[in-house]
């Protein structure tokens, strides 16, 4: 059973371009959250995704925006790079409440952005 | 403002000791407490968790010890393992469901053979 996926596992931008990273959770999940961990931090919670619509939002620009797809896979689109968006961006997923597995959030291995 | 507080940043313990991690947090609305590890090249796991209506919970060699009155919780790790070695983050949130996590910065654990 394959966990959460994300890809690409690495990327280097430059400042000013956009970015687009994309995960497909869990089998049997339905709720996505991504999350920013900069080097030596803790992950940093971004937004929330439930039947296609951002549900929570955490302390971040309007320049990071995202989509779920009918098929539950996620997108984070982050325009207009900064240097200070260098980090680990992880998504995780959970399933819905009641189902088995609603209580754990479950991340992937996430992607390495680098923008120099 | 950091909400979740968490000490100390780097810790080595001889192989067989106990490893202790400690946090605090500030937003009494905060219902759910859990911890993650984390290895290298890897996203976080939840490893063990808590509500503050308890004061311990254990389970297997880790036990998290809550002070509701003092808004502090621990991690403890018995008879710690090389295979330990890892970032381990103590957490919040609101309710238990709440992807809404805020996570401390981190404790890297190195645990000597």
Known sequence: DAGVTQSPT???????????LRCSPKSGHDTVSWYQQALGQGPQFIFQYYEEEERQRGNFPDRFSGHQFPNYSSELNVNAL????????????????GRPGANVLTFGAGSRLTVL | ??????SPQSLIVQKGGISIINCAYENTAFDYFPWYQQFPGKGPALLIAIRPDVSEKKEGRFTI????????FSLHIMDSQPGDSATY???????????????????RLHILP
């Not at chain 1, 240097?83 to 399933?95: K, M, N």
């Not at chain 2, 403002?1 to 968490?6: A, E, L, R, W, Y």
């Not at chain 2, 238990?96 to 805020?102: H, P």
Request: proline share 0%; charged share 25%; net charge positive.
């Open chain 1, 82 to 97: 900064l240097l200070g968006d260098s980090a680990l961006y992880l998504c995780a997923s959970r399933s819905g409440t």
């Open chain 1, 10 to 20: 690495h990327l280097i931008k430059t400042r000013g371009q956009q970015v687009t």
């Open chain 2, 89 to 107: 983050f103590c957490a919040a949130s609101k309710r238990v469901r709440d992807d809404k996590i805020i996570f401390g910065k981190g404790t």
């Open chain 2, 65 to 72: 010890s809550f002070n509701k009155s003092a808004k502090q």
């Open chain 2, 1 to 6: 403002q950091q909400q979740v507080k968490q």
